[in-house]
């Protein structure tokens, strides 16, 4: 017996009601749809929407009429044609978010990028000699002058960088690190990973929690080409615990002819504010150390797009850059343009850079400014959920809450914020289901989190004001749905 015929008859009635593709295509919503998505997309729509029905259908609901179908089909193909790369509202209070891109440029960066990005640019062009130049000094005077280096090279992401100076410096050849430091970084890259994709020979030194200057001297042999440090940017060891300063390793590296070669994680330019008490040192202060080569990231604390960053002598960067790796791995105009836009933020003075990156603004938020947001977010979703006739289906209230750096960076620092607490009231909604349709239904997604079954809406990373609107109308929406399901 068939599938079919084994259904009740009332089930493959309702599937024989199901209206013929050409009948759809005859709807209005889908016509619209058609000539705002194009016929591609249309089609799909179609195709999804027509098995979701079955399905439904199958499992006991009631089948649609023609002009229902239609209206879903329309809004099907409305979702479809969406970028699968779009903006969002971040109102997880997580600042370098990894997951939502890192960092969100300052305006003046967003400008450089638009203004190279629409026409021609002078990427690989001279402009002193009307000649082929090439497109590594874009960044590099401003790192030089910002960081002490002799020079600096940009390339896609830290990873990136530490693959390339592996590559370079020490392929075939051993490289000592201490067992606390082969540290995993996002995505599932792990240092030892990295290094064997480069050619180089990991050598581990002391234990997890403890290492001495005379580890690292004590596996330096002829094969030796460098010794490596990773700062510990996305965790901490505390209590019982040991490690050889970056000077101290210079020194040992310098007396065997060897290279010291820091992998600085997350960026920093500056030591001030939450940075300085939470320990992090700038990049500057590793060249100080008579470190030879440092790399890090420019969309971490640095504040700029992702990119990885490499510092060092001259003879080090030129080896780097002469690699035929750098080609795989260099940035392109868009990269360029908002990380030197960024730099030159930093020239300008450190209070420029806070005020003007979002990172460092953030970062440095205060709570009485924050309490201040969080009282208008309140109020602007009260009075859409007043507008929409739902808001006795959910609690509203301006709660203390903790914020993070995020993006494995400062992993023991909270910063102290403060959040709407959006808690359903009426049973056909959840915490988890608001969080969910604040992303999947609206066109810009709001990202919160949810804590002791209500929705948190952290005010310390909403940038602007109009993602106070976007958060409220979100809600809103999202309240209406629920309600009628």
Same mark, same amino acid.
């Given at each position: ?261 820091? /992998?600085?994680?997350? &960026? +920093?330019?500056? *030591?001030?504010?939450? $940075?300085?008490? @939470? ?5 500057? !202060? %590793? ?11 420019? /969309?971490?604390?640095? &504040? +700029?797009?992702? *990119?990885?960053?490499? $510092?060092?002598? @001259? ?5 780097? !850059? %002469? ?163």
């Amino acid at each position: 017996m068939s599938d079919c015929e084994s259904m009740p008859a009332e089930v493959r009635d309702r599937l024989r009601s199901i209206p013929a593709v050409h009948e759809l295509l005859a709807e209005w919503p889908v016509m619209k749809a058609a000539g705002d998505a194009g016929d591609t997309i249309v089609r799909e729509a179609i195709d999804a929407e027509l098995d979701a029905e079955r399905t439904a259908i199958r499992s006991g609901a009631p089948a649609r009429n023609k002009r229902e179908l239609a209206l879903a089909i329309e809004r099907r193909c409305h979702r479809l044609s969406l970028p699968t790369l779009r903006p969002a509202v971040n109102a997880t209070g997580v600042v370098i978010h990894t997951n939502l891109g890192r960092a969100p440029l300052a305006p003046a960066a967003v400008q450089a990028v638009t203004d190279v990005a629409r026409g021609y640019s002078t990427l690989e062009y001279d402009v002193a000699t009307c000649a082929r130049g090439g497109r590594k000094e874009h960044a590099a005077r401003l790192l030089r002058t910002l960081t002490g280096a002799q020079d600096a090279l940009v390339v896609n992401n830290n990873a990136a960088a530490v693959l390339l100076v592996l590559a370079a410096h020490a392929c075939g050849k051993e490289v000592i690190v201490s067992r606390g430091e082969l540290v995993e970084v996002g995505g599932s890259f792990r240092i030892p990973d990295i290094m064997a994709a480069s050619g180089a020979k990991l050598v581990e030194v002391g234990s997890t929690n403890r290492t001495h200057l005379d580890d690292y001297r004590c596996a330096i042999t002829p094969s030796t080409a460098m010794i490596l440090k990773v700062h510990p940017s996305n965790y901490r060891i505390e209590g019982f615990h040991e490690e050889v300063s970056a000077a101290e390793l210079s020194a040992l590296a310098h007396e065997h002819g060897l290279l010291l070669y820091e /992998d600085q994680g997350s &960026g +920093a330019l500056l *030591a001030d504010g939450v $940075l300085a008490d @939470a320990g992090e040192q700038p990049t500057s !202060a %590793s060249l100080c150390a008579a470190v030879d080569v440092v790399s890090c990231s420019g /969309d971490k604390l640095l &504040g +700029a797009s992702q *990119a990885g960053i490499i $510092l060092g002598s @001259a003879q080090v960067i030129a080896a780097c !850059a %002469s690699h035929p790796l750098m080609r795989a791995l260099r940035p392109g105009k868009l990269t360029l343009a908002a990380l030197e836009a960024t730099l030159r933020l930093y020239v300008t003075g450190s209070d420029t850079a806070h005020r003007e990156i979002p990172v460092l603004n953030m970062l440095s938020g205060a709570p009485a400014p924050l309490e201040r947001q969080a009282k208008r977010l309140h109020d602007r979703i009260l009075r859409k959920l007043r507008e929409a006739q739902c808001e006795k289906a959910v609690e509203l209230q301006v709660v203390e809450g903790v914020s993070t750096p995020g993006g494995g960076s400062l992993p023991t620092v909270e910063l102290p914020t403060f959040c709407v607490a959006v808690c359903p009231v009426d049973g056909r909604l959840s915490a988890d289901g608001l969080k969910h349709a604040l992303v999947q239904e609206p066109d810009t997604p709001v990202v919160t989190r949810v804590r002791h079954d209500q929705v948190l809406f952290d005010v310390r990373t909403l940038l602007h004001d109009t993602d106070l609107d976007l958060c409220a109308s979100a809600l809103a929406d999202a309240v209406q749905t629920g309600l009628r399901r």
